[in-house]
C-alpha cells in the first residue's frame, strides 16, 4: 500500500507544478520541442529501432535483441571524404 501513497503524492506534486506558472512554461516548452520537424523525425527512428529490436527478440534471435549497429556509410564522417 506505500507505493500507492508515494504514487499519489508524486501525482498530486506534479499537478501542483502543471498549474504553478513555472509548470505553464515547461508545457509550453514541451510542446513546441513535441512539433519540432527535427523531434518528430529522432522519434520515428526511435520507433523503427525499438520495433526492429522487438521483432528480432520474438523471432528467437540469439542476441536477444541487441544487434550490433551496422556502421553506414554517413556524408559527415571524415571517412567519406578521403581520396578515393
Known amino acids: ?5 508515494v504514487m499519489s503524492s508524486i501525482m498530486r506534486n506534479l ?4 498549474k ?3 509548470g505553464k512554461k515547461l508545457v509550453d516548452r514541451a510542446q513546441q520541442i513535441a512539433k519540432d520537424p ?4 529522432q522519434v520515428d527512428k526511435a520507433k523503427v529501432k525499438f520495433a526492429e529490436m522487438r521483432d528480432s527478440a520474438s523471432k528467437g534471435g540469439s542476441t536477444g535483441g541487441h544487434q550490433p ?3 553506414k556509410p554517413n556524408s559527415d564522417s571524415p571517412d567519406d571524404h578521403k581520396a578515393a
Open 15 to 18: 499537478t501542483k507544478l502543471a
Open 1 to 5: 500500500m506505500g507505493n500507492l501513497n
Open 69 to 71: 549497429a551496422s556502421r
Open 38 to 41: 527535427k523531434t518528430k523525425e
Open 20 to 22: 504553478s506558472p513555472q
